[in-house]
């Protein structure tokens, strides 16, 4: 690869990065046709596409640059926009070839967990998710969903432990909050429901 294509590359990237998206999107383009081989400029076109939420365009670059070379991110990414137009088997299959790649990649885990939800498959679920949480122990979005999950699932004691970390990393928690006052109150502890309804009035009215 020449240095002057590199730097075409890189003007390209300054192009997107100053919101000038037609004449990146021209320049990764030519780049591309000149050398139909050259994996980069695919990803950023998929990036790029997948930012304005032109996902059919995003999902062929993607796909165009998997051809040239496996990559756990790019499968993740293609994962992601199956998730967000609500095909969630699809979206697990390129997850779980996201995951093999890179078994500790915990968005991955985190999105097959979300999918999982979806289709109502608690126990793969809950498998994912805890998976998260024992690569990442404070990503919020599993720790949310473990909570909810076994809230509904009635284990309020493993809800709780879930809820707790929550609170411990943000204590202003709204939603958080509801979900320990109607633990407590299904768990028939009426004083600390009552108490824990005071402190949420109190920062509500502070």
């Keep these: 690869m020449s240095e002057k294509f590199e730097d075409r590359f890189k003007h390209a990237i300054k192009l997107e ?13 030519l780049l591309i046709k000149e050398d139909k081989n050259y994996r980069n400029a695919y990803l950023n076109l998929g990036a790029l596409y997948a930012r304005m939420k032109m996902y059919a365009k995003a999902m062929d670059f993607y796909k165009r640059s998997l051809s040239l070379k496996e ?4 499968y993740f990414n293609i994962g992601s926009i199956y998730y967000k137009n609500g095909e969630y ?14 078994n500790d990649y915990p968005l991955s885990l985190l999105v097959i967990g ?4 979806r289709l109502n498959n608690i126990a793969a679920a809950l498998s994912n998710f805890q998976s998260v949480i024992s690569i990442s122990p404070h990503n919020r979005v599993a720790l949310t969903a473990l909570a909810i999950i076994y809230f509904n ?23 958080v909050q509801d979900l320990k006052t ?23 009215s502070g």
């Design 89 to 102: 088997k699809k979206s697990i299959i390129h997850l779980e070839k996201s995951k093999q790649l890179k």
């Design 17 to 29: 990065k100053s919101g000038q998206i037609e004449d990146a999107v021209k320049e990764y383009s």
């Design 182 to 204: 109607s633990i407590l109150y299904e768990t028939n502890q009426i004083d600390e429901f009552n108490n824990e309804i005071k402190t949420i009035k109190k920062q509500s």
């Design 114 to 117: 979300l999918c999982y939800s």
């Design 153 to 175: 699932e009635k284990d309020f004691s493993e809800s709780t432990k879930h809820v707790n970390t929550l609170l411990s990393l943000d204590e202003n928690n709204k939603t």
């Design 71 to 74: 990559d756990y991110l790019v």
